[in-house]
């Protein structure tokens, strides 16, 4: 996925819809009405065009739900991987992570909504429940090594500090609406979670 759609090569799209829009109203669909409970006939219906035009950009439903979670994941995964590339301490990954963290869901808010919805009843729900096991590994590791580093208080279990970080950052989808700079809620998630688990605050 690009930052505002799928890099899945898409075929010459129908008069009004491309693969992004396309996406776009079916993940606006699956929040709405939940995945299990959207038909691709309920899409159509939105779309004001036929199943076959919708079939004409995916093989169905379960491509779409893919496409949707793998936006936001891949996200994810790309602040990860800048984190891990930078120099410093561990604590100053962890915020650089966290920041951008909350900077994807954000930007991609629909579909870290739909994310955080799964429940692994498909076998593409449970794909995108395994890379993000994979990705709360990393957070953990991260907030293990800070506290090795004499940066975050040792006496909160690092896997229980790293889900209640992301527990808050998550949190954002129930209520956040994105108005402007995402500066202001970037920057008040960081102040309050890394406020409360450094070892020294005023360091």
């Keep these: 996925m690009t930052?505002?759609?799928?890099?899945?090569?898409?075929?010459?799209?129908?008069?009004?819809?491309?693969?992004?829009?396309?996406?776009g109203v079916a993940v606006a669909l699956f929040n709405e009405r939940g995945y299990?409970?959207?038909?691709?006939?309920?899409?159509?219906?939105?779309?004001?065009?036929?199943?076959?035009?919708?079939?004409?950009?995916?093989?169905g439903k379960q491509e779409l739900l893919r496409l949707a979670v793998d936006h936001a994941l891949d996200g994810l995964f790309t602040v990860a991987a800048e984190a891990a590339e930078l120099d410093g301490r561990a604590v100053d990954r962890l915020e650089y992570l966290v920041r951008g963290s909350v900077r994807v869901l954000v930007e991609r808010?629909?579909?870290?909504?739909?994310?955080?919805?799964?429940?692994?009843?498909?076998?593409?729900?449970?794909?995108?429940?395994?890379?993000?096991?994979?990705?709360?590994r990393i957070v953990a590791d991260l907030v293990a090594e800070a506290e090795r580093d004499g940066d975050i208080r040792p006496?909160?279990?690092?896997?229980?500090?790293?889900?209640?970080?992301?527990?808050?950052?998550?949190?954002?989808?129930?209520?956040?609406?994105?108005?402007?700079?995402?500066?202001?809620?970037?920057?008040?998630?960081a102040k309050i979670a890394f406020d409360g688990i450094r070892d020294n605050p005023t360091r």
């Design 3 to 23: 930052a505002t759609g799928p890099t899945r090569t898409s075929r010459r799209g129908r008069p009004g819809y491309d693969l992004e829009s396309l996406l």
């Design 36 to 59: 299990d409970g959207t038909s691709m006939e309920d899409l159509a219906r939105r779309l004001g065009i036929t199943k076959s035009a919708i079939y004409h950009h995916v093989s």
């Design 109 to 136: 808010l629909p579909f870290v909504t739909l994310l955080l919805r799964v429940r692994g009843n498909t076998e593409v729900e449970r794909a995108a429940l395994a890379r993000r096991r994979r990705f709360d």
């Design 155 to 189: 006496d909160v279990d690092p896997a229980l500090t790293a889900r209640l970080v992301f527990g808050m950052v998550n949190s954002l989808v129930e209520w956040y609406q994105p108005r402007g700079s995402d500066t202001p809620i970037v920057d008040a998630v």
